[in-house]
């Protein structure tokens, strides 16, 4: 069986795009110890941008990707002239953002500073141009897991291809929360896919610090200024907004729905109202896996699709049909049901537990049965090469 077992791109080869500011960190002896994250390491030294200048002047606009952070941002792939390098640009116009916004921007510039994972993408290069914010990252040639799934994968991807997604998320989940940060932003749309099949965990502006006063807490109580598209990914702790707050759990229950999302290409409770999605939520309802689904097949018609450019990250919505040949413009709205591994099963069921203390850790669920079964392949270097064959 392929690596990639989809019959959606038996007939269609995606060609990418070929793409040929180190920050010091104090946690580098958090990932000394970590082997299987030698291959993305290598990837990290690849997309060092410390040879790239901060001059507007030196870099061309090619073409738009996409748009993010509530349409404010505009991602573009863009040429380095005098190296000819080709990058992600995201560039924001600051007189059109509201002081929130503008506190979220300078967060996001910050934490790149601190962060130095190779499953994060950070704000490598940012400078001023006029009255916009500019900021570079490597470019990503195969886009987000949300355009992938619109493009090549309607009805979902395969397991193998998920747990090698998953993986890298949960890698960046545990490094975040071991630094003491909750994302509150875990969405297809910011798991992205380099041209060297590494993969990356972006829209570090949603992040929150679960430090006060130098302590480390267990629980934090702001609530994220996202757009209402977000809302199917979030929490039920998150979205109840009581005296129990929230913590670094909720980014799991956000990977369930992502789970979710890439094994049938629907976001649940998409189409649901705010309050219905609460009470659903809180109720513990999975409307999940479509072999086990609890609602008719004749409803599932009308959920909706995820879409990008809608709140994200720098890599939102790249490469979103620019950067690949052929694309379907939606995701169809009629799937079939299909039978999934009890492990795929088990992993939904432990990250949307209704209770927080019930779900496991993103440490534990590096060890969970699903990814044990395809450990081998993902720490082996040799699964780049077999990854992208089918690209």
């Known amino acids: 069986m392929s690596f990639l077992d989809c019959s959606c791109i038996s007939q269609t080869q995606v060609q990418s795009i070929s793409i040929e500011d180190q920050y010091e960190d104090v946690s580098h002896q958090y990932l000394s110890g970590d082997l299987s994250a030698s291959a993305p390491r290598k990837a990290a030294a690849r997309d060092d941008m410390a040879d790239l200048s901060a001059d507007a002047a030196h870099y061309q606009l090619l073409l738009e990707l996409g748009r993010g952070f509530n349409n404010l941002s505009q991602v573009c792939m863009a040429r380095h002239v005098p190296s000819g390098r080709l990058v992600a640009l995201k560039s924001t116009d600051l007189d059109q953002c509201t002081e929130d916004e503008l506190l979220q921007l300078l967060n996001e510039v910050l934490l790149s500073r601190l962060f130095l994972h190779p499953n994060l993408l950070t704000s490598r290069l940012v400078f001023g141009r006029s009255c916009q914010l500019w900021v570079l990252t490597p470019l990503m040639s195969y886009g987000s897991a949300d355009a992938l799934l619109r493009t090549y994968f309607p009805d979902g991807m395969s397991e193998s291809l998920i747990a090698y997604l998953l993986h890298g998320v949960l890698k960046a989940l545990e490094y975040l929360h071991h630094m003491g940060y909750v994302h509150r932003g875990v969405k297809a749309s910011h798991i992205l896919l380099s041209g060297e099949g ?194």
Not at 289 to 295: K, N, R, S
Not at 364 to 379: C, D, P, Y
């Open 198 to 391: 590494h993969v990356y965990l972006s829209g570090l502006h949603s992040l929150y610090s679960m430090v006060r006063d130098g302590k480390r807490v267990r629980t934090v109580f702001d609530m994220p200024q996202h757009s209402p598209a977000l809302l199917p990914w979030l929490s039920p702790e998150l979205l109840r907004q009581d005296l129990h707050g929230y913590g670094e759990k909720s980014d799991i229950y956000s990977l369930g729905i992502v789970v979710c999302e890439l094994v049938s290409g629907r976001v649940p409770f998409q189409n649901m109202h705010p309050t219905q999605m609460l009470l659903q939520k809180l109720r513990g309802s999975h409307c999940c896996l479509l072999d086990v689904t609890p609602f008719p097949l004749g409803e599932l018609g009308g959920l909706k699709v995820s879409r990008s450019g809608v709140d994200s990250g720098i890599g939102e919505s790249v490469a979103t049909g620019s950067l690949t040949r052929t694309a379907t413009t939606e995701r169809p709205q009629s799937p079939a049901p299909k039978n999934h591994s009890a492990t795929l099963h088990n992993l939904v069921e432990v990250c949307l537990q209704p209770q927080p203390d019930r779900r496991p850790s993103a440490s534990a669920l590096l060890t969970h049965a699903f990814f044990r079964q395809v450990g081998l392949l993902i720490s082996s270097y040799s699964l780049q090469n077999h990854f992208l064959l089918y690209f």
